[in-house]
């Protein structure tokens, strides 16, 4: 449960925990911080520093169960991996927004960093001896991943207003065969856009 503090009238400081008990790896607590700084009474600038930690799901560590994807097993299969360590991160962000109710815009710039990130990866073998490609869940000892967003929005009355945001994200594998590459969360599965774009534009 998060634990509210104003220091001063426009200093407010949160602080968390979640505590995540597992049968195979015992317990493991993760606290998160952050905190938000009024500049004037329409900036504000936040900024904050999260841990998480994740156990592999059944079908990433069940030694008889494979991972299909495409909604069929004739591309690609992944068999669950029992090796698997607890993925665990730390995560920073910072951030700024300017808010005079009928005008908003805000920027927010957030990495993290991976210890043990579960994913997979193509073996370059056939499952079977057949065509469909094999590959394998495995720890990626160290990874990052880092973006941005920047978003804006104007009202123009009570029923019509125009909005959008812009993001920007990338992530690395820093260590293992596959140095350099981008992370991919399921077998097949394509990276995730660098850029995107999104219209919040609406009338009512």
Excluded at 88 to 111: K, P
Excluded at 112 to 134: M, W
Excluded at 152 to 165: E, K, L, T, Y
Aim: hydrophobic share 25%; aromatic share 10%.
């Amino acid at each position: 449960m998060p634990r509210f503090a104003s220091v001063t009238d426009r200093l407010t400081l949160t602080f968390g925990a979640r505590y995540t008990e597992d049968e195979r790896f015992g317990g493991k607590l993760t606290p998160r911080a952050y905190a938000t700084y009024a500049i004037t009474d329409s900036l504000t600038s936040a900024c904050g520093i999260s841990t998480g930690y994740k156990t592999s799901e059944l079908r990433e560590s069940a030694a008889n169960y494979y991972s299909c994807t495409g909604g069929s097993c004739r591309r690609a299969v992944a068999p669950g991996n029992p090796n698997l360590k607890p993925e665990q991160c730390t995560s920073y962000e910072l951030g700024l927004r300017f808010d005079i109710r009928i005008t908003t815009a805000g920027n927010v710039a957030c990495q993290t960093d991976f210890r043990n990130r579960i994913d997979s990866h193509d073996t370059e073998q056939q499952f079977q001896g057949g065509r469909t490609d094999l590959y394998e869940w495995d720890n990626i000892g160290k990874a990052k991943a880092e973006g941005v967003e920047l978003n804006a929005r104007h009202a123009f009355s009570d029923r019509f207003r125009i909005g959008g945001s812009y993001t920007y994200t990338k992530s690395k594998q820093q260590t293992g065969d596959l140095q350099g590459d981008p992370l991919r969360p399921a077998p097949e599965a394509p990276s995730q856009p660098a850029h995107g774009l999104a219209d919040r534009s609406g009338l009512t």
